[in-house]
């Protein structure tokens, strides 16, 4: 008899050693792990500590021994530039053998880190791919970020090399990547040895023009012609293998660490359980590398399965239209997409009826997979209604690595709600907590908490600081992580996923934090104070919204300061912030102990009901911002 949702769910929950000792039998190990949970330092829990293997022999040379080096193990399409390039696993192999051996001979090994900042192209998997070979330990920073986030990451990992390219492409511009390294290793503290630049054509290439920044520049090319091939470095299943940054509430981005064997396990067993891909199947999953279903659902997992995975480097819309991820389902065969809500916001608004799916062939595709923030009814119901195949919503974050809750399709296809990511994901304990850590009653709202351990695949800790960690997610409910997200169990035991807690915003399933945005824009020498908030918007999800204060006498245009300020927030955060609103008040709603009542200036704006605290220091405040926040108000 197949086995059930149901059935697995409670196998997991009931003995998850054996349950996860079973699933680890899909890794290829050097050492096969006897040992499932190493639970010594608790509430640090790190999986298969006796384990070892290494990540790119089981995403590349596994399937090349079992003689499928001829399979397509990536596809490559740039509808910037109308080029397709295809690597089969045994020609991929050979790129990452050779760009871990240019690693080794910059002197590059075991544990140190190599940080990435690369657009969509395949040297971006292949020198996250070369990292796993030699056991270094990648961080990707999105090609999004402004230098001084990119400062700020290599401050953090301390890298002993950084992968970059000439430059990235956007349909309006084209970005220049050297002239932002070069900057952010001015603003960095730490010395950073060699940067290795990949060429692309049609941008500046003059590593002369670099020389000297403290840092020796080499070209990817040129070291690759002399390299020696590097074969794989055995590692524990309890090492490294990238730190993803992502946004926290302040200002300090936090340093997801991700273990080797736990997520080599949980990713394999998601892709046949969750996703139902396996050998000879396509997944594209339009995102970027630089995030975290990147990482897991562009790079790892469908090559741990041996699928074929598509890179995608292009938008949903206007590359050169909105039938962009039709045509690449035809031309490339997809049997499996997964994108973001927003995306598909995107193709609606410039397709409603979509028209352009007349014009293609996509009847390889048997599911639509979104995540990165929450899918809202009507968007899920049209994308059924255009695509005829499930839509499954899936609910996770850079820190879990992996889904928690989602419609196991592989195992077995549940009844949908819209609005739901369906049920959690076996390995997963889901709990619905009221303020002081209390179960709330079923259809109640209240915070999404993780009962511990957390499955295999899940974040170990941040990187150098287990303190933050314990801090910022186990302490607020103990025996939990507390995901910073808020929701609901339904009777049927479906989970809804309704916003963040905390002062993280999501703009275009990408994941912002306010506090990074207020402390730029506080930064500007007319403003007093300030708050940013995130507001509902019907393309984006969300989009952030500044209120400042001025300073007493501060003598500047409205208009002038809005435009100021919205420079600096690209210029210190980045384009991807997509910060544009500024509206100047005459004061913050706070409370007596003057914290900003940034949750009632957000359902105000959202045109909901709005609570305000009794601990308000003047209601008047609230009442002068009314005509303001309400939408359409203000600017
Ligand atoms: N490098 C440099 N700049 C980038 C960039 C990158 N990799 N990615 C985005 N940007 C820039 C854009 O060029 C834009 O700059 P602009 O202000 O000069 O126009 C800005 O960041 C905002 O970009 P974006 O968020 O892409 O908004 P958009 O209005 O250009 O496009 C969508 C809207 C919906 C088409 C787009 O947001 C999208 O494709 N969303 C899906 C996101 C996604 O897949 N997220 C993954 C999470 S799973
Ligand atoms: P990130 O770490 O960038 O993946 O962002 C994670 C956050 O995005 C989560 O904590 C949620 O707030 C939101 N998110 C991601 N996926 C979903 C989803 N399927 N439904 C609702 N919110 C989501």
Known sequence: MPATYHATYEASRRDPASFWLEAAARVAWDRPPRR??????????????????????????????????????????????????????????????????VLVGLGVGKGDRVVMYLPMVPRAVVAMLACARIGAVHSVVFGGFAPRELAARIDDAT???????????????????????????????????????????????????????????????????????????????????????????????????????????????????????????????????????????????????????????????????????????????VDVLFTAPTALRAIRKADPEAALLAGYDTSTLRALFVAGERL???????????????????????????????????????PRKAGS??????????????????????????????????PPGTLATLWGN???????????????????????????????????????????????????????????PAVAECAVIGVADSLKGQRPSGYVVLKHGADIAEEQLRTELVALVRAQIGPVADFREVRVVEALPKTRSGKILRKTMRQIADGKEYSVPSTIEDASVIEALLPLLRPGGGA
């Open 376 to 414: 809202d009814p009507e968007t899920y119901h049209w994308a059924e209604r255009a695509l005829g195949v499930p839509v499954v919503d899936n609910w996770w974050q850079t820190e879990t690595g992996w889904p928690i809750a989602a419609n196991p399709l592989g195992l077995q296809e549940l």
């Open 466 to 524: 287990d303190a933050r960690y314990i801090d910022s997610y186990l302490t607020q409910f103990p025996g939990h992580y507390a995901t910073g997200d808020s929701g609901y169990v339904d009777a049927d035991g479906y989970l809804f996923v309704m916003g963040r807690t905390d002062d993280v915003i999501n703009v275009s399933g990408h994941r912002l934090s306010t506090g990074a945005m207020e402390q730029v824009l506080g930064s500007h």
């Open 159 to 333: 890298p002993a090399a950084i992968v970059t390219a000439t430059g990235g492409i956007e349909p309006s511009r084209r970005v220049e990547y050297l002239p932002a390294v070069a900057e952010a290793l001015g603003l960095a503290a730490h010395q950073v040895p060699h940067i290795v630049v990949a060429h692309r054509g049609g941008f500046a290439h003059d590593l002369e023009e670099y020389a000297g920044n403290r840092a020796g520049w080499h070209d990817w090319d040129t070291l690759a012609a002399d390299a020696e091939p590097a074969g794989p470095v055995e590692c524990a299943a309890t090492d490294p293998l990238y730190i993803l940054y992502t946004s926290g509430t302040t200002g300090a981005p936090k340093g997801v660490v991700r273990d080797t064997g736990g997520y080599a396990v949980a990713l394999a067993w998601s892709m046949e359980n969750i996703y139902g891909v396996g050998p000879g199947d396509t997944m594209l999953t339009a995102s970027d590398v630089g995030w975290v279903v990147g990482h897991s659902y562009i790079v790892y997992a469908p090559l741990l399965a041996g699928a074929t995975t598509v890179l995608y480097e292009g938008k949903p819309v206007g590359t050169p239209d909105a039938g962009a991820f039709w045509r690449l389902v035809q031309e490339h065969r």
């Open 421 to 454: 990511p369906t049920v959690p994901v076996p390995g997963y304990a889901v709990e619905i907590l009221d303020a002081l850590g209390d179960p709330v009653p079923v259809g109640e709202e209240g915070n999404i908490a993780l009962r511990l351990p957390l």
């Open 36 to 101: 499932a949970l190493d639970d010594a330092h608790a509430p640090l829990y790190r999986w298969f500590p006796d384990g070892t293997l290494n990540m790119s022999v089981n995403a590349l040379d596994r399937h090349v021994a079992a003689g499928r080096g001829g399979a397509t193990a990536l596809v490559y399409d740039s509808a910037v530039l109308g080029l397709r390039r295809t690597y089969t696993y045994a020609e991929l192999l050979a790129e990452v053998e050779t760009f871990a051996g």
